[in-house]
């Protein structure tokens, strides 16, 4: 993988604020670093000020470590039957060897405070604290520095590879939801749906080279359900979809760590006059957000501009949750840049890549949230989900939900 416009992106801003070195534990910023998304989480990259990096991993994660860009890779075993260690007492002697590379005093930017972090796999280890402490040990002349801030901001901007990566996930959802919707029926629970999602996704996988690992979250919340969909998370029930009900479907899904985040929302049947103004609704707000795209605009005027097409509409205390947030390296994280939120200070750049998901939720009625992934270009902006994109391609017929039945 071609890591030299990250490269140079990481030098300019550890050169910019000061540091001689930028370390990183969490699997999305070693990712961003090396270009390797890390298994388990024990894995550390540490990008220098030269725009080099190296990468420290467990031995049985080298294959996979040695697709990404890192200069360097090094091997630590994260266990043996000697003696009973942890990952951060294991890094030690591997980072150690880096101390030639560190003057007196060098300024080393980690990673320190709260973080929402995709799932890599079943099971993740995080350093937390105890990896400023295995630094401590092994640069014991290093002087740490907090970049959290630093971070955020190298990880709004994606790379040309980095969003060819991104497609590659917006297409591969794009095919799963384009023929998975096609198996709706009434009478299949909302559980079984979810699973027609993910098995077609892993079907679209199969067509895609040089995609080694994939991820994909798929839930649906029908009828009354769907109206809780603006909650911290969703949930599929072993509710039947019925005739008339509304079907949000919501997804984040990955190739190779760069993740989605994507809602559709189908009617089974042709929708009543109040969903019929809901739908219309939400794609005018849609729109309104699509043409407030641009370099140098205000984040919160993208907010502002959807948010005020669903007020004049009726259904501005409906649409419960911001506009938008960075999605790529984050897959649910509200305060991933750029914020697209009514107080977003954040200001749009080319290579922002971000979700729009206008919504509106009616308590013990249902919901509708129609969320698409979108790229800042130098012009204005290009979209990424380029599927469903109409009302009609969300009104599934009793015609169509029999057929589906049948098969």
Request: hydrophobic share 40%; aromatic share 8%.
């Amino acid at each position: 993988m071609n890591g030299k416009e990250r490269n140079a992106l990481l030098h300019d801003a550890i050169s910019q604020m000061g540091l001689d070195a930028l370390v990183c534990a969490l699997p999305k910023n070693v990712l961003m670093l090396s270009g390797y998304w890390p298994v388990v989480g024990t894995s550390i990259a540490i990008a220098f000020s030269d725009g080099t990096v190296h990468l420290i991993v467990p031995e049985d994660e080298r294959e996979l470590a040695q697709n990404g860009w890192a200069k360097h890779v090094a091997t630590f075993k994260p266990g043996s039957l000697e003696s009973i260690t942890t990952a951060a007492e294991a890094v030690v002697a591997p980072l150690r060897r880096l101390e030639g590379q560190f003057a007196a005093g060098a300024r080393v930017g980690i990673e320190h405070g709260e973080e929402s972090e995709p799932s890599s796999y079943a099971a993740m280890h995080l350093y937390g604290g105890s990896l400023s402490r295995a630094l401590k040990r092994a640069l014991p002349k290093t002087n740490p520095v907090l970049a959290d801030g630093l971070i955020r901001k190298l990880q709004a901007i994606k790379t040309e590879t980095e969003l060819g990566r991104v497609r590659t996930s917006c297409a591969l959802t794009g095919e799963a939801f384009e023929q998975a919707s096609k198996q709706l029926h009434v009478g299949i629970t909302e559980i079984a749906a979810a699973e027609l999602y993910r098995a077609q996704f892993r079907v679209s996988q199969a067509g895609y080279s040089g995609v080694q690992r994939t991820e994909a979250f798929f839930f649906v919340m029908s009828g009354a359900n769907s109206a809780k969909a603006h909650g911290a998370y969703a949930r599929s029930r072993a509710k039947q979809l019925g005739d008339g009900d509304l079907l949000l479907v919501h997804c984040n899904t990955c190739a190779d760590g760069y993740w989605t985040d994507v809602t559709r929302t189908y009617s089974i049947g042709r929708p009543d006059d109040q969903r019929n103004q809901m739908y219309a609704a939400i794609f005018a707000a849609r729109e309104a957000a699509f043409q407030a795209i641009a370099p140098g605009e205000k984040a919160a005027d993208v907010d502002r501009a959807a948010r005020s097409v669903l007020h004049d509409r009726g259904f501005g205390k409906e649409f419960k949750h911001s506009t938008g947030h960075g999605v790529g390296f984050d897959a649910i994280s509200a305060n991933a840049l750029p914020r697209i939120h009514p107080k977003s200070p954040d200001i749009l750049e080319p290579g922002m890549v971000f979700n729009i998901e206008p919504a509106i939720y009616i308590d013990g009625f249902g919901g509708i949230r129609h969320c698409d992934m979108v790229v800042v270009t130098e012009s204005g902006y290009e979209l990424l989900t380029d599927f469903q994109t109409g009302m009609a391609d969300l009104f599934l017929t009793s015609g169509q939900a029999d057929s589906a039945r049948s098969a």
